[in-house]
């Protein structure tokens, strides 16, 4: 596996700091720190077209470990999104129903946690951690395959108001590409840790 370069790991640092004040905001802790959310990921997008020209001229062109800074802004940029749509609720008074909360709340947390661990695996190059990021990144998936048609049956029932649901299936949608560039992130830095074992070797 190729060392992580460690000018990286403030980009990961501003990342997960952008995702956790942002699902703080949605849980109503404070609001304001939208803004906060916004300068961080304005600063992802200028250091990662940086990093990454640094990265492509200084390793080999084989290697994936110069895109990685490439799929941490795209991971910004979805929490960007999950900003957007949470000024908007603020501004028009939409709320969700408390399945909504919940279930978003759940994602919220599973997303950050796997950005973490990519993070974790970045630098430390653990197999086990590797294959971890793999496994929950499609459990994610289902779930929140399962919360959409839970939320479309609450639609159906009139549970859940139509002004709400455009806002709750666009966090599900930014939500999903955060855990699926984590999932890039993991299978980049180490790809041998994701294939299943060969047959053992002969004596």
Sequence with gaps: MATFPEEIRPLFQDTLEMLSLTWKCF???DPGALDT???LGD??????NELTEGLLATRPGGEDLPFIPGHLER???ATGGMVRCLRGMYTEGVV???GGVREVDVLFERA???TQCACDLAFTGNRVLARHIEIESMRFQDLAGDFARAHEERLIQGICLPNSSSAYLAMLDHLREIVRHARRIGSRVAPRALQPPGPPASA
């Design 37 to 39: 959310a916004e300068a």
């Design 75 to 77: 991971i910004g940029d």
């Design 43 to 48: 600063g992802i997008r200028k250091r990662e």
């Design 112 to 114: 950050l946690e796997l």
């Design 27 to 29: 849980r109503g802790a």
């Design 96 to 98: 969700f129903t408390e």
